[in-house]
């Protein structure tokens, strides 16, 4: 298995993923398969390329996707696990530990470059993920950045 953080030559893979995603499980996400099979070619590789403040991964099985996860950093530098999803045929494969991982390599790169930063809230001490509830630190709903894009609510925050 290869996991490793979407560019913009991912786009193909990443939207077959994403509407494989959003067709297997309608309401995980916070958009529909409608709304992101109507994304341009354009808009999928735009999404596809990393950036400091949003990062998708996939995971591979061989030559194709199995996996995605999409990590944002908030306004208040917190990194946030969004969305993860794998293909039915390889739950309980460990490759949702392998997108997890990916994610939490990239939140702690991140705090250490000054980008995020990385907080406790409920601590799932056997994965080392806290998590969200769509609040941010003020006790306040919080949107992530790509809420435009549908990920906004709930999320899973990295603790180092």
Same mark, same amino acid.
Request: glycine share 14%; charged share 15%; aromatic share 6%.
């Given at each position: 298995?290869?996991?490793?953080?979407?560019?913009?030559?991912?786009?193909?893979?990443?939207?077959?993923?994403?509407?494989?995603?959003?067709?297997?499980?309608?309401?995980?996400?916070?958009?529909?398969?409608?709304?992101?099979?109507?994304? &341009?070619?354009?808009?999928?590789?735009?999404?596809?390329?990393?950036?400091?403040?949003?990062?998708?991964?996939?995971?591979?099985?061989?030559?194709?996707?199995?996996?995605?996860?999409?990590?944002?950093?908030?306004?208040?530098?917190?990194?946030?696990?969004?969305?993860?999803?794998?293909?039915?045929?390889?739950?309980?494969?460990?490759?949702?530990?392998?997108?997890?991982?990916?994610?939490?390599?990239?939140?702690?790169?991140?705090?250490?470059?000054?980008?995020?930063?990385?907080?406790?809230?409920?601590?799932?001490?056997?994965?080392?993920?806290?998590?969200?509830?769509?609040?941010?630190?003020?006790?306040?709903? &919080?949107?992530?950045?790509?809420?435009?894009?549908?990920?906004?609510?709930?999320?899973?925050?990295?603790?180092?």
């Amino acid at each position: 298995m290869l996991i490793h953080p979407t560019t913009a030559a991912d786009w193909p893979a990443l939207k077959s993923t994403r509407l494989a995603a959003l067709l297997d499980a309608p309401t995980a996400f916070g958009a529909s398969h409608a709304s992101a099979a109507g994304f &341009s070619d354009a808009d999928w590789q735009q999404r596809a390329t990393s950036t400091p403040q949003r990062t998708f991964f996939l995971a591979f099985g061989g030559e194709h996707p199995i996996g995605l996860a999409a990590q944002v950093v908030a306004g208040n530098g917190e990194c946030h696990l969004i969305a993860m999803w794998v293909h039915r045929e390889y739950r309980g494969m460990a490759v949702a530990q392998g997108l997890v991982d990916a994610v939490k390599q990239c939140a702690v790169g991140s705090a250490r470059r000054g980008a995020g930063k990385c907080t406790r809230r409920r601590v799932l001490p056997e994965t080392g993920l806290c998590l969200f509830a769509g609040v941010g630190s003020a006790g306040k709903p &919080s949107a992530y950045p790509g809420a435009e894009d549908g990920m906004a609510g709930a999320g899973i925050g990295i603790n180092q």
